[in-house]
């Protein structure tokens, strides 16, 4: 049945064991991302089987999905939690990132039935200006979260190149440690210093990474080979994790340009065409509301992306070398964001291999 996406539990878990060796040279604990594929079950046990254990994930359903196989993994909410949350939050994390004070109450409130302290990481702004408290309000807010008797000051984190592509550097992150020793010095223990995400690999891979820094959260890197930040495959990891199988629904000859009077799409987005005359084209069974389509890369030489609809995604074909026909199914590889896409669609079978 098609579409499917196809995954490869074997080479997520040779990656996961190669950015747990490459974190453990460097004494840093790696906390694997999950959200990229839905936190599903037989990911979680990969990670787990490949020595994971501690996972981070962005939506609370996959914090609990998590800890319903492995209760004993450690967890943490790596987005703000949202207040309507935190009551149900409280009782599956171990560890949630913080980036507002009026949270720590509230988690405070709601921790207290476990008997066991919330660790709580403080989001620290370096720049790429999504979720972070200023560094100037840091060591306020770090006393204000030690005066609650449920929560723990477990360390600072900082995210790069989410949202505003800013990229982590030896200088920012020795920013990061700079905050941390000075929390240290104000009598909070022990704390962890999370110096980023996949982007933050390729430091790694310079032993560009300041002593000091002592965990990553690694999604990207393990689930697909790839950091979307720096556009690059990473060399030391499996690229083909997953592939997209689709088929074919109508493949016929027509004109390269759109024939008559231009509105927009479908999308509300105008659209030209380059006229290149008659060619051969495609159409393969998945679309906009699946997958970000510009994250695929179709297998086949030859293929090449024209556009897509909800549903279509229009192809053109006249420089395969294969014969193609209706029925036939078409592969791609899939980037960071087709993938979490695809993982939350409910028309795309996901078969792990
Ligand atoms: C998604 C996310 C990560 C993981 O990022 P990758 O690029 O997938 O490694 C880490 N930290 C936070 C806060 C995130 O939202």
């Not at 089987?49 to 994930?57: I, L, M, P, T």
């Not at 919330?118 to 972070?132: A, H, N, P, S």
């Not at 979260?145 to 995210?159: E, K, M, P, T």
């Not at 440690?177 to 909070?188: A, T, Y």
């Amino acid at each position: 049945m098609t579409p499917c996406l196809k995954v490869y539990r074997e080479k997520i878990y040779e990656n996961a064991r190669r950015v747990l060796e490459a974190c453990s040279r460097c004494s840093i604990n790696l906390t694997a991302v999950t959200k990229g594929a839905s936190a599903a079950p037989e990911i979680v046990k990969t990670l787990w089987e490949s020595g994971c254990r501690s996972f981070g994930d962005s939506r609370l359903a996959n914090i609990k999905e998590i800890k319903n196989i492995f209760p004993e993994a450690e967890t943490t909410l790596i987005r703000p939690p949202m207040a309507s949350e935190i009551p149900e939050l409280a009782l599956y994390a171990d560890n949630v990132l913080v980036s507002m004070r009026e949270c720590l109450p509230l988690l405070n409130g709601a921790r207290a039935k476990t008997g066991k302290a919330l660790g709580i990481i403080l989001m620290v702004e370096m720049g790429d200006l999504r979720d972070g408290i200023m560094p100037d309000e840091i060591e306020v807010f770090a006393d204000f979260a030690r005066s609650h008797d449920n929560l723990r000051l477990r360390g600072v984190a900082a995210n790069f190149g989410c949202f505003g592509a800013i990229l982590p550097t030896k200088d920012k992150l020795e920013q990061l440690v700079d905050i941390k020793l000075k929390l240290e010095r104000m009598g909070h223990e022990e704390l962890i210093c999370s110096g980023g995400a996949s982007s933050s690999l390729l430091l790694l891979e310079r032993g560009e990474i300041p002593r000091g820094v002592n965990g990553l959260r690694v999604g990207e890197a393990i689930l697909t080979g790839t950091d979307v930040t720096r556009q690059r495959d990473i060399g030391w990891l499996n690229r083909d994790t997953m592939i997209l199988e689709t088929e074919i629904i109508e493949i016929r000859r027509k004109p390269s340009a759109p024939l008559g009077e231009s509105g927009v799409d479908a999308f509300g987005n105008p659209q030209f065409f380059e006229d290149r005359g008659e060619r051969l084209r495609g159409i393969a069974a998945i679309g906009r509301q699946d997958v970000n389509v510009s994250g695929l890369s179709p297998l086949l030489d030859g293929i090449e992306i024209l556009g897509a609809s909800s549903d279509h995604i229009v192809l053109d074909l006249e420089a395969v070398k294969n014969e193609l026909r209706y029925g036939n199914t078409l592969g791609f590889t899939v980037s960071y964001s087709a993938m979490l896409a695809l993982f939350t669609s409910k028309y795309v079978k996901i078969e792990f291999i």
